[in-house]
């Protein structure tokens, strides 16, 4: 046992004052035990922590409601803590260290009385990457010991490659009273620390997921030189059996999990699943590019989550193994005991409590689930899993793809002229905003790389940090734009999505090999309409024409709105980036 650890563990227990330890050692057995102690022992808001569900239906499901204030992450609550305020920017909040961890000692003092002190050791990333880090967490909450088990690697094998070292990604964490006033997540990327008080919510308590491997990661990735990225990772086999590997950026739900999982339309094409949600992407000794995702399981949206959309997650769902899968803040139907969610195949139930366990009215106006409810499962039961997925190495990425969801302006598909212009293009990513963070559903909110709540420094150094990335690799990838989501004028989508998706994959990968030609536009190089594979497919040739449609004095207003952008950034924003800025400006 390393000497750094346990005299850390004395310090957190000294300060929470828990009235237990319990080391974490990630079998099966402790699995259903912390089920156990969640549905028996532990309460949130005088619920159960877990209600068992239809296990004939959904093998070893549980449902968890969570306090009714904590179901999304919170932005205005979560702060980056250098010790120079320059290095957080104008992208994250900043607290001076010393302040920061004044606050949370008077927070945290006697906060875990009365409750279990579970202490997660885990590793993101294969044990035999020379790219995983150790990581050890400590938490008050058996939701949140079953959830790490289930999203990283946990336990025995996190202490084995630690051995005696003391070089650990520490993550302190506790429930707390779910009071918003005293709910804070703290990010120390100097220490490699992260502290989190007054959140069960994923994103706020899983601190291995968006606090360590993007917050705290992407500060180790500037000084290292490599990315921690908010992506996922797909392999797409061709009729041939060559596969191309994909790493690509979309906001929380705007169908990141729905591509990472994609059932393809066209014969002989299909997906293998690496990832759904983050990338570490390394220059391998090649000069290539390689991604791992140091997660084993997904956290995903339920809502719009069926059959029709993402097949390969409902069966993922379904499939049961030694791991649990956890369902929160879905709604219940009461008659079969099984989650139920909006846009679910089938008929709505007509017996259904909400996702507080209340009566649900239909008629009332009000959903069910809870627009961001979560399923949290193995990455192991994935039926389109990679045979690459525990490969140390990672894979090597051919393309990178930036999605946005714009029901008007950007084109269906588009490639950048070059790397700095596809940084670019990443930079000004902006996105109708969905349910996964608190703020007003619909608004058009700036989100770089889909980096913006995730970034653990400024955004102007990131930006830098991937054009010198750029300038390293010896056989960069292609870099694309990518919306599923534009409209017509009657507010229909143009592009049917999901698995047709996959035809714009296939242009994708085209363009890779030099099979097929583009078209230069103001914004990036466009399909011919030809060179897609319609056969098939419903929609016209004119519908077609729109989904590529540029509109000059559209794109003269976006561009105003991100100089504004831009500008919060002051020197830090590379002159790279404006000055693919003025070409785009004068072309237009």
């Known amino acids: 046992m390393s000497p750094s650890l346990e005299k850390w563990i004395e310090e957190c227990a000294s300060l929470t004052k828990p009235d237990q330890i319990y080391w974490c050692d990630g079998s099966e057995e402790e699995a259903h035990r912390l089920i156990e102690i969640g549905m028996y022992k532990e309460k949130i808001n005088d619920n159960p922590v877990f209600s068992e569900l239809n296990h004939k239906l959904w093998p070893s499901s549980y449902l968890h409601r969570s306090h009714p204030t904590d179901v999304a992450r919170t932005e205005h609550l979560t702060f980056v803590c250098h010790s120079d305020k320059e290095n957080a920017g104008p992208n994250n909040n900043w607290m001076d260290p010393r302040e920061a961890k004044e606050l949370l000692r008077k927070l945290s003092d006697g906060c875990m009385k009365g409750r279990t002190m579970y202490v997660l050791p885990y590793i993101m990333g294969h044990p035999d990457s020379p790219y995983s880090r150790v990581c050890v967490q400590v938490t008050d909450n058996s939701y949140v010991a079953a959830s790490m088990r289930i999203m990283t690697r946990m336990g025995k094998i996190a202490l084995e490659k630690l051995g005696d070292g003391g070089d650990f990604v520490r993550g302190i964490h506790s429930v707390g009273d779910f009071d918003p006033n005293k709910r804070f997540i703290m990010h120390f990327p100097d220490e490699n620390l992260v502290w989190s008080i007054g959140s069960g919510y994923g994103g706020n308590a899983l601190l291995g997921k968006k606090c360590f491997s993007l917050r705290i990661a992407s500060w180790l990735g500037l000084k290292e030189d490599w990315l921690a990225e908010h992506m996922i990772i797909i392999g797409v086999e061709d009729p041939d059996g060559n596969i191309t590997y994909i790493a690509a950026a979309f906001p929380s739900a705007c169908g990141k999990t729905n591509l990472a999982m994609l059932r393809s339309t066209l014969p002989g094409y299909k997906v293998w699943t690496i990832g759904d949600d983050i990338a570490w992407l390394n220059i391998g000794p090649d000069g290539r590019l390689y991604a791992i995702n140091p997660e084993t399981g997904f956290f995903g949206v339920a809502p719009g989550t069926s059959m029709k959309t993402n097949p390969n997650m409902m069966e993922t769902l379904k499939a049961g193994t030694f791991y649990p899968t956890l369902f929160t803040n879905t709604a219940l139907n009461v008659d079969t005991n099984e989650p139920w969610w909006e846009g679910m195949d089938g008929p709505v139930p007509e017996n259904i409590l909400d996702w507080q366990g209340r009566k649900w009215d239909k008629t009332g106006g009000n959903t069910a689930a809870h627009p961001n409810s979560r399923f949290t499962v193995s990455i192991s039961q994935c039926p389109t899993l990679s045979p690459e997925f525990d490969n140390p190495q990672g894979v090597p990425i051919s393309a990178i793809i930036f999605g946005s969801r714009r029901s008007r302006l950007l084109p269906l598909v588009y490639e950048s002229f070059s790397w700095s212009h596809g940084v670019f293009c990443g930079a000004r990513m902006g996105s109708e905003t969905t349910a996964a963070a608190i703020h007003q559903t619909g ?64 242009w994708i990968i085209d363009r890779i090999n030099n099979n097929v030609k583009a078209k230069e536009s103001p914004v990036g190089l466009l399909p011919y309409i030809e060179d897609l594979e319609l056969s098939g497919l419903n929609i016209s040739r004119e519908n077609m024409e729109k989904l590529f449609k540029i509109d000059n004095d559209e794109w003269k207003l976006e561009l105003e709105d991100v100089r504004s952008f831009f500008n919060q950034f002051g020197e830090k924003l590379p002159q790279e980036i404006w000055d693919e800025f003025k070409k785009l400006e004068s072309q237009l």
Do not use: Q, T
């Open 443 to 506: 608004k058009l909110r700036r989100d770089p790389m889909a980096m913006i709540p995730f970034c653990g420094y400024n955004m102007g150094d990131y930006f830098a940090h991937w054009l010198n990335m750029g300038r390293k690799l010896s056989n960069p990838p292609k870099i694309f734009g990518v919306n599923w989501f534009r409209l017509d004028e009657d507010g229909r989508f143009l592009w049917p999505g999901f698995g047709e998706n996959m035809r714009v994959l296939k």
